[in-house]
């Protein structure tokens, strides 16, 4: 056979492997456990990190200050050095609402060693549990809940017993408007899932965790006993690095996408999507110039191989390139129809998939590109040169 057949041979078995292999990722079936109403419902605290948020925050903020909760349930918003009146504007939202009561806090810029996020975090998980609650739930500013979002997220934990868990956590749907957004929103849902498995994830016995961060019950002794958020502080990927550190704590981690968790973040533009990839694609490969190459490898076989040998055998007449190219392409057209379903966008983008992947590695290949000069990753006017990765159990 031809090289060019053997790498579309080559693509279709790991393409093969993946759908069979790779803990069922492409199935988007994994949503909240349906259980019974606890007979007590126990008490929630609410922390929300905001940092320049006023643009979303009328749209988040209300809903949730409106959660239906039958238990006691407050909110704890960290206005983390803003600079449009983020914090200022939380005040005025709760007091035109009304609902759940509503703390606001300053804690000043970060310690050395701490990402912004997780300072934010540190200063209202503290302030929170100094009411005691039982639950915690971390939530973006840029998250909007539906008014049961809460109990289902409650109801779902469980109860402290054997079949509880200590996180659960959902992600949210991301907002899929502009052209660019329906390209590579999906998209990067279905790379997540590929690299971490919600049913891999969701294994009792399994060693893969992850969480969104967007949208992430706790355990108030699950707090204590993995020491969050200290344990994680410099973690530019702290939702991963969260449920690791609850994992190797013992406790018990669910991850599931959301019905009714949306992210009202508009990324129009294809900047501001490859911004948020970039800023942290290279601290998910450890900073390591070899896995980055190996990545690079990777997703050019796994992704632009088999349009490209499918093109190739028939413009050369290599029936066995043409043959493996396109049941390739298939199978992964295939295996992202189902994320293209639950985003509510056309199948039709399904043999985009290659394009998009091509998007992926540049802008991974420019995250690290930035970290060598010095940047790092840089989110809401911070820059953390030499960021730590989600730390291995």
Known sequence: MSAVAWTAVGSLIVWVWLL????????????????GDPARWPSVAVV????????????SLPSLLAQDYPGDAEIFLVDDGSGDGT????????????????????PGEPEPGWTGKLWALRHGMALARQRKPEFLLLTDADIAHEPDSLRELVAAAGSDGVDGFDLVSQMARLRVTSAWERLVVPAFVYF????????????ERSRTAAAAGGCVLLRAGT????????????????????????????????????????????????????HMVARSAYAQLRHSPWLLAGTVLGLLL?????????????????????AAGGAAWA???????????????????????????????????????QHYRGLGAAWKGRTYARPEAAPEP
């Open 302 to 322: 796994v992704y632009v191989a088999p349009p490209v040998t499918l093109v190739t055998g028939l413009l050369t007449g290599d029936a066995v390139a043409a």
């Open 48 to 59: 929300v990190p905001a940092r320049d948020e006023a643009e979303v925050l009328p749209v």
């Open 87 to 106: 914090g200022e504007l939380a005040r005025e939202l709760a007091v035109r609402y009304g609902g759940l009561p509503l703390t606001v806090v300053s």
């Open 331 to 369: 199978v992964m057209a295939g295996t992202y129809m189902p994320m293209l379903g639950y985003y509510r966008q056309s199948l039709w983008l399904a043999p985009l998939l290659p394009l998009t992947a091509v998007l992926y590695l540049l802008m991974t290949v420019d995250s690290a590109v």
């Open 20 to 35: 069979l292999g790779q803990g069922f990722f492409w199935r988007t079936d994994q949503r909240l456990p349906l259980r």
């Open 223 to 274: 707090v204590e006993r993995a020491r969050l958020p200290e344990s994680i502080r410099s973690a530019v990927i702290d939702d991963v690095s969260l449920a690791r550190a609850v994992r190797r704590s013992g406790g018990r981690i669910w991850l599931g996408l959301a019905d009714r968790v949306d992210s009202v973040r508009p990324y129009p533009r294809l900047a501001d999507l490859w």
């Open 192 to 203: 997540f899932g590929q690299l971490y498995p919600f049913r891999r994830v969701n294994g």
